[in-house]
């Protein structure tokens, strides 16, 4: 009998254990963090003041993001969007901008949406891209809503220098590609990345998008000169007149800078 109660005890003491073993890693794990962008724990702003070692910007006279000029572009039930985002400030940029996109079929709101995130830097007006979302329902007009954005403040900044060079593009039907863009992209940097984010788009004599294309080169050092190709398999609607390529980096993040 006592040894029944001394195994009981046992098993009673070791699952005492294992609740407050997995009670710690839930407390641990849901604490709140200087990088859950949220304004908790005592936070001044979103993960700054307060407990964060990130100082809080002192309400800067700040110009809005600005969305404009999205186009849809039509392939069968799925389409590519292209928009605009503009940052009039000169100091400022902004990290981690994430976005709903939503289509619209006159006032009817479609189910069909995509959610991104991407960033800008100061003074610069720039593309993004989504590439192949599937809708049932043909859209008439894509709607980007900014959900939120980080605040950064450049002091001494240096803007990446990335130059596109012998931008090349053809029709061609060899090889499985429809359409190319051949072209070298030169990091004139005074410093390295581990990415380099180029998008590219496709214009017809009005000025309409009528192919897009996104890819990345990863390890591009300062003074490098590195080739890239965008091609389409598929045909596309409409007559080539001239294409826009932009290459960008991520300077928000240290993790993509290589010293």
């Given at each position: 009998?006592?040894?029944?109660?001394?195994?009981?005890?046992?098993?009673?003491?070791?699952?005492?254990?294992?609740?407050?073993?997995?009670?710690?890693?839930?407390?641990?794990?849901?604490?709140?963090?200087?990088?859950?962008?949220?304004?908790?724990?005592?936070?001044?702003?979103?993960?700054?003041?307060?407990?964060?070692?990130q100082t809080c910007q002192q309400n800067p006279d700040l110009e809005p993001?600005?969305?404009?000029?999205?186009?849809?572009?039509?392939?069968?039930?799925?389409?590519?969007?292209?928009?605009?985002?503009?940052?009039?400030?000169?100091?400022?940029?902004?990290?981690?901008i994430q976005y709903d996109l939503n289509f619209f079929s006159g006032s009817e709101q479609l189910t069909c949406f995509r959610s991104g995130q991407t960033y800008i830097l100061?003074?610069?007006?720039r593309p993004v891209v989504e590439l192949n979302i599937n809708c049932p329902k043909a859209p008439d007009q894509a709607k980007i809503t900014i959900n939120n954005q980080r605040l950064h403040e450049f002091k001494d900044y240096n803007r990446p220098s990335l130059e596109i060079l012998n931008l090349d593009y053809q029709h061609t039907q060899t090889g499985g590609s429809y359409?190319?863009?051949?072209?070298?992209?030169?990091?004139?940097?005074?410093?390295?990345?581990?990415?380099?984010?180029?998008?590219?788009?496709v214009r017809d004599q009005n000025g309409q998008a009528i192919a897009l294309n996104q890819g990345n080169i990863n390890s591009v050092y300062t003074q490098d000169k590195r080739d890239f190709r965008f091609f389409w398999a598929e045909p596309f609607d409409g007559q080539v007149k001239y294409v826009d390529v932009e290459a960008f980096s991520d300077v928000f993040s240290l993790s993509n800078l290589v010293h």
């Open positions: 009998m006592h040894r029944k109660i001394k195994q009981i005890l046992i098993i009673l003491f070791y699952l005492l254990m294992f609740s407050g073993f997995i009670g710690f890693l839930y407390w641990y794990f849901t604490q709140p963090t200087c990088n859950d962008q949220k304004q908790n724990q005592g936070e001044l702003g979103v993960d700054c003041g307060g407990p964060c070692a993001l600005q969305v404009h000029d999205p186009e849809i572009i039509s392939n069968q039930n799925n389409y590519d969007v292209v928009f605009y985002l503009k940052n009039d400030n000169s100091k400022y940029g902004f990290n981690q100061p003074n610069q007006d359409f190319e863009i051949i072209f070298q992209v030169v990091n004139r940097s005074d410093y390295s990345f581990k990415q380099i984010d180029i998008i590219a788009v």
